[in-house]
Structures are given as structure tokens and as C-alpha cells.
């Protein structure tokens, strides 16, 4: 059974930095991509950054791009968000997800990711 363990949210300045670790188990093949998502209040949730377990290749939203790295420690099977520049609108609820076995190509769409761990919360705030 795939199981996702999000940790590492917290309260950040603006211009600040946070990293959030996904622990993830229970992958057969090592065919699958992990991607970060997040939900703020009254907003969809939306597809952050992802990262394909097969050959590493990584997708970024717009909104977080240049400020924000995904990386993947195989022989930890964690994978980090690091958030630098953080901005208030970066504030939400913030999930670790698997798609097993991963589509091709890589992409970051909710509703294409079937397994979700527990929400991690950022806030940014001054």
C-alpha cells in the first residue's frame, strides 16, 4: 500500500524559506511521480511542482517557478520542496501526492495523482 507522509510546513516571513519532506513507501516499480499541491481557503487545489521517479524530470507552476525546487533522494524515497522567496499568496495547505504508475508525460494535475497524504500547512505572513 503506497503511504505519503508530508512534514516540514510551518509560519515563514515574506522572503522567507521553508522545506517541506515527503516520505513515501509502498511502490512496487519505480515508475511513479510524486508531486507537491496546494489548497488555500475557497481556492481548487492546484498542482505545485512534480517530479517523475523514473528519470527525474521535474514540472513547476507558473506562480512558483524560479523560487521553488523539487528534488528526490531515491535511497531515502523522500522528496523535498524547497521554497525560497516565499510570498503571502504561497500561503495554503500544502499536500505530498503519488501517480502510480506515472502518466507520460509528466504532468501536475490533481485529479491524475491517486494517492494523497495528510496536508501540511504554510503560512506566510509579516
Not at 82 to 98: F, H, R, S, V, W
Amino acid at each position: 500500500e503506497v503511504q505519503l507522509q508530508a512534514s516540514g510546513g510551518g509560519l515563514a516571513h515574506p522572503g522567507g524559506s521553508l522545506r517541506l519532506s515527503c516520505a513515501a513507501s509502498g511502490f512496487t516499480l519505480n515508475d511513479y511521480a510524486i508531486g507537491w499541491f496546494r489548497q488555500a481557503p475557497g481556492k481548487e487545489r492546484e498542482g505545485v511542482s512534480c517530479i517523475s521517479r523514473r528519470d527525474g524530470s521535474t514540472y513547476y507552476s507558473n506562480p512558483v517557478k524560479g523560487r521553488f525546487t523539487i528534488s528526490s533522494d531515491n535511497a531515502k524515497n523522500t522528496v523535498y520542496l524547497q521554497m525560497n522567496g516565499l510570498k503571502p499568496e504561497d500561503t495554503a495547505l500544502y499536500y505530498c501526492a503519488a501517480q502510480d504508475p506515472q502518466r507520460w508525460p509528466l504532468a501536475c494535475l490533481a485529479g491524475e495523482y491517486n494517492y494523497w497524504g495528510k496536508g501540511t500547512q504554510v503560512t506566510v505572513s509579516s
